[in-house]
């Protein structure tokens, strides 16, 4: 989990990087994100929660295994686009990618009916959020062939950034926060078994819109809004904005909530074909993907290092991974912004700036040792 984790820190930003620069096709530059960096640590983030969840024991090692298939398929998708292998090995890589998420899917419903008791409803964000991603692979092959119209193309578009990525985070989000503020949250459960038909239906004619008919889109951008700030303001209401900002692993997980609430509205001006699509996923990038990404490293790193009862040494790892959390929950959100106003330079800077400081922080996490017993 922990080599997953630094790949995708570390692909965002050359991503940012490398499609700002002309350095590779846009299409490629945001395969490197989310197909080398974010899918297979969605994949194993998952792997590490579903067994939480459902209260049963660690996934077999083949399961283990399978996030490293798709990043490995996922890099097969970044040299297809960019032009140096055959755009036809797109579809392999799809296939594989799809395989994964169906293999996932079963292993989920699995665990859910063996679980102790009845099984946390997060897990049921998860299988959604994989089903939404095979329907986004689904369209692949038009794609690939170069014969896709661009209501196709944002169809896949939104999947996989508003489907996949979103609804796993919003399934993730009310569990893991409030386990990084250490105080319960009894709400968390129930707030995600009311509000996921109203997330996957938001997700849906989100896609739908921005791909056929506007008011759809915004039906859709509503939805997600609504869901996205009702959390937000449930978390303001139990545990306080000075709780939520004071801490480096919350603050940015809670900027990243915000953040996504406010991109429905720009997902919604997509869908009247208002702005590039490619525009719209730097800033999904940098000022959702990067503050989650960040945020929940910083509670999860040290516990994938060590796992078991706390330790001091787990201790120290953290508090060095939150140092600067609440300056980069500033920052990251500020560039995702920036870049959805189509002020790329500033976007690219803030979230350089950013990600460096995370950067130094985990080189600093990364060396605590263990203490001896």
Not at 6 to 32: C, E, F, K, N, Y
Not at 313 to 326: I, K, N, Q, S, T
Request: proline content about 8%; glycine content about 10%.
């Amino acid at each position: 989990m922990i080599l997953l984790a630094v790949s995708a820190a570390t692909t965002l930003p050359l991503a940012l990087l490398a499609g700002a620069s002309g350095v590779l096709t846009p299409a490629a530059a945001a395969h490197v994100a989310f197909a080398i960096g974010i899918v297979p640590l969605v994949f194993g983030a998952m792997l590490h929660f579903v067994p939480v969840l459902t209260r049963s024991g660690s996934p077999q090692r083949w399961i283990g295994r399978l996030p490293f298939l798709a990043q490995a398929a996922g890099l097969v998708v970044v040299l297809a686009l960019q032009g140096i292998l055959p755009r036809g090995w797109l579809h392999p890589a799809a296939t594989i990618d799809a395989a994964i998420a169906v293999v996932l899917v079963v292993w989920m419903r699995r665990r859910s009916r063996r679980a102790l008791g009845s099984p946390h409803p997060g897990w049921r964000w998860y299988a959604a959020s994989l089903l939404v991603l095979v329907a986004a692979l689904a369209v692949v092959p038009p794609l690939a062939a170069g014969i896709a119209p661009l209501a196709l193309r944002n169809l896949h578009l939104h999947l996989n950034t508003l489907g996949f990525i979103g609804l796993a985070a919003l399934g993730t989000l009310p569990v893991l926060l409030p386990t990084a503020l250490g105080q319960p949250d009894p709400q968390a459960a129930p707030w995600l078994r009311r509000r996921l038909p109203v997330a996957v239906a938001g997700v849906l004619l989100l896609a739908l819109g921005a791909a056929l008919a506007w008011p759809l889109a915004l039906v859709g951008a509503a939805f997600l809004g609504v869901t996205a700030g009702g959390l937000l303001a449930h978390w303001l209401r139990s545990f306080g904005w000075r709780a939520l900002a004071a801490d480096g692993a919350t603050a940015p997980l809670a900027a990243a909530l915000a953040v996504f609430a406010l991109l429905q509205l720009a997902g919604a001006a997509h869908g009247l074909q208002v702005g590039s699509g490619y525009r719209m996923v730097a800033a999904f990038a940098a000022g959702f993907l990067l503050p989650l990404v960040t945020g929940a490293l910083s509670q999860l790193l040290p516990v994938w290092r060590w796992p078991g009862p706390k330790t001091p040494a787990r201790d120290e790892m953290r508090r060095r991974l939150v140092r600067c959390g609440r300056l980069r929950a500033l920052l990251l959100p500020a560039a995702g912004l920036a870049f959805a106003a189509d002020q790329a330079a500033p976007g690219v800077a803030l979230a350089a700036a950013g990600l460096l400081l995370f950067f130094v922080d985990l080189a600093s996490a990364l060396r605590v040792a263990r203490q001896p017993r």
